[in-house]
């Protein structure tokens, strides 16, 4: 039982580490736009770095026919677009200061990083 | 579309050959302002850099013969058709999906319920559930592939969602069983139990309850589906003397269209010819069509209801009223209260903190359990996974504000975002600037008393004169009644506007100043008897200024701005929901009184500057108020902008809808009453949502995880948990659905 116990914890350590602590890549923007497919809950990339005031224009194509994936939100900067199915749908954003932008779906449950240095 | 330095897009129609292509590009790149100009054969399109704005360039292709659209420019209805096309395609999917599921999953169910064996004991039960055990993995597949792909992608983003919950829920309980089938000697006599029917019952409720959502998710944006069926597909313009049938995305600014009656006005415009009745009811909320002749502004998306008119094209695109409304509407009910914001920090951290619950559930049953423990602690860390739902909670917010927002937008209030939306619904003091606000803001003349040294005539011409430089409108109400009268107008020189006072210049050889009391004391003239007069005339409502010829006065101009039909019960209706009405105006005390007691205003403030208005709004926000403050959007910027919530009136379809929090499309006050009882009732129906998705997880969680199992022997079925995590989205969308059934109590 104490191993199933030691199990469970360390699985619950993992869980947080997982999915809380670990800083995944990030992909540099090199060049522009840069497409971000929306597909299978996860955008592809989700951890994007470009370089701070800049005009930066992000094509996000839908894949995914469910309606979750429609709404594409960028709380910090006013962002909120419908994205089309199967369509590219530009967001430019200009003049970023440096720090985390978070963006996401409606329900939070696509999720994503612009980080900006 | 304005001009752009960026990269456009154009779809090109009729380019059958590839020599086309030099065509379309000399003409192109021959435009104004045209950098760069490139056509693709294969994919008929065209790359344009430059300046040029997206009219010039589709002028260009058609002048050469071709037609031409920007890319982008989709228009709104084929988008929204697609989008209708896709959802019945994901639905219909979501239909099979569910079908396959329950099939397979409500015999097993019913099997089990009407006392089936569902354990493994014998060599044909393990047979016979190895069977069934790879019936269940089609099922998986073919019906969950969705949940378990997304599942997947988002772990090795480190991302968890709806679907890490869905997939770890069912995949536990099929694993589970396909154990107890296959090595039934791992598992404790008591514990070979198989789940199989919860993991294909689960995948087909859940399914069930997308396809419900995706239904009722339609309704929610049918206020915006009405607003984009208001535009026209074509429209008849007049080129070269021939009237030519166009589709609405190629009429040209300063294109003449003839609209017969009947037809929707396709793009907004000045009217050039002919006189007619508009209904302009879908933008604004005003049931009775409004005449229209030479010079008139008319709106895309209105309805000529009598006579043949043409106009000149003044917006034509996404810059027309009807598309700048459309696109205002679309972003506000993409845009979140902040009473959302909770939701949104515990979406962040539900999906992973629920996994942790359930693997502290599954320790505590194999800790604390009865026998079989092992199973328990399987079906309880089961049921944990599948019960909690992440999309009530984000659903929430957005679903009630996308209907509220809509359903403001049909009673002609536009709803700039959500967090306006929300203060709104918490004013308690309501600002009004009196002219054009509470009155018409069209002035009249009332009274001319002239001095006995002077003539009627003579005053009124010179007044006249003098304030037909001035675009104030009590200035343009002596020029109307001059012109009335047919008085000729003399030429004025050194004319000077006094802020607050009044206005000066000379004409015919005399100084003349015109203005109110102040303006007449700076001045030194004498008012005499003028003064008594004068107070008669502010007690019934009317302004009176003072006219003075060389230093002295000459006669009073009395002026009356009559109250709109329907503000004296948009008052009082704000006044029965507990709001503070308080009127300002630049008018003098006593007309201020008479205007307020005729409005059914107790607090008013007279003789407001336009920059003080900003001042009496922090004073009342510094009193604990929540302000909003209702103009014309021109004069009183500062004043809306400063206050909680600004509201701009507009008249008609002559909207500064980026100027305030709030555009009254219509000129009436009840405009204030639906949107602050808009803004209730959508904040309420926000609360309900949020109440219920946070009590649905926060009872739901540890009922699965078996808290009452100790005081009632009561366990959850991972059925009965799929069932319930399924419909509570679908109780969230369709509470917010209920929206669409308010109807705000106009007069």
Known sequence: MIIINILGLALIVLIVWWFWLYKPAQTVMQTQPLTIEVKDGVYTPAAIQVA???????????????????????????????????????????????????FHCQMQMYRGTLTVV | MSESNANQQLLIEGAGCASCVGKIEAALKKTPGVVSAQMNFADRTASVTGTASTQA???????????????????????LGEKELADRTYY???????????????????????????????????AAWLGVGLL????????????????????????????????????????????????????????????????????????????????????????????????????????????????????????????????????????????????????????????????????????????????????VGKDTALARIISMVKRAQNSKPPIGRLADVISTYFVPVVMIIAVLTALAWLNFGPEPALALAMVCATTVLIIACPCALGLATPMSVMVGVGKAAEAGVLIRNGEALQTASKITAMVLDKTGTITEGAPQVTDVVVADTHEQQEVLQLAASLESGSEHPLAQAIVSKAQEQDVELLPVDSFKALT??????????????????????????????????????????????????????????????????????????????????????????????????????????AEVLPEDKANKVKELQEADEVVGMTGDGINDAPALALADVGFAIGTGTDVAIESADITLMRGSLHGLADAIAVSKATLTNIKQNLFGAFIYNVAGIPIAAGVLYPFFGMLLSPVIAGAAMAFSSLTVVSNANRLRLFKPKDA
């Open chain 2, 136 to 315: 269940t993995l089609a099922v998986m597949y073919v019906s969950g592939k969705h949940f378990y792909t997304g599942a997947w992608k988002s772990f090795k983003n480190h991302n968890a969602n709806m679907d890490t919950l869905i997939a770890l829920g069912t995949g536990t309980a099929w694993l589970y069983s396909m154990v107890v089938v296959a090595i039934p000697e791992a598992i404790p006599a008591m514990a070979r139990h198989v789940y199989f029917e919860a993991t294909a019952m689960i995948i087909g409720l859940i399914n069930l309850g997308l396809a419900l959502e995706l239904k009722a998710r339609g309704k929610t944006s049918e206020a915006i589906k009405r607003l984009i069926g208001l535009q026209a597909k074509t429209a008849t313009v007049i080129r070269d003397n021939k009237e030519v049938q166009i589709n609405i995305a190629q009429v040209l600014l300063d294109d003449v269209v003839k609209v017969r009656p009947g037809e929707k006005i396709p793009v907004d415009g000045v009217v050039c010819e002919g006189h007619t009745f508009i209904d302009e009811s879908m933008l604004t909320g005003e049931p009775m069509p409004v005449e229209k002749s030479k010079n008139d502004e008319v709106a895309a998306g209105t309805i000529n209801t009598s006579g043949t008119i043409q106009f000149r094209a003044t917006r």
């Open chain 2, 500 to 605: 607050g006072l009044g206005v000066e210049g000379r004409c015919d050889n005399k100084t003349l100043f015109f203005g109110n009391a102040k303006l007449m004391q700076q001045q030194g003239i004498t008012l005499g008897d003028f003064s008594e007069r004068a107070h008669g005339l502010a007690k019934q409502a009317k302004t009176p200024m003072f006219f003075a010829i060389d230093g002295e006065l000459a006669a009073i101009i009395a002026v009356a701005d009559p109250i709109k039909k329907d503000s004296i019960a948009a008052i009082e209706r704000l006044q029965d929901n507990g709001i503070r009405v308080i009127m300002l105006t630049g008018d003098n005390q006593e007309t201020a009184a008479a205007v307020a007691h005729k409005a059914g205003i107790t607090e008013f403030f």
């Open chain 1, 52 to 102: 701070a005031h800049q005009t930066v224009t992000l094509n996000f194509l839908r894949k995914d026919q469910s309606p979750c994936s429609e709404m594409l939100l960028i709380p910090d900067l006013g962002v909120s677009e419908q994205l089309e199915l199967d369509k590219v749908t530009p967001v430019t954003l200009t003049d970023l200061a440096p720090g985390e932008y978070p």
């Open chain 2, 92 to 126: 219909k999917k979501l239909v099979r999906d569910t079908v396959i599921a329950l099939s397979v999953g409500v015999p097993l169910m019913l099997f089990g319920l009407l006392g089936g064996d569902m354990t493994v004991t014998t060599a044909m039960q393990r």
């Open chain 2, 57 to 79: 360039l589709i002028a260009a292709v058609e002048s050469v013969g071709y037609n031409a659209r920007a890319v982008e420019e989709q228009d709104d209805e084929d988008l």
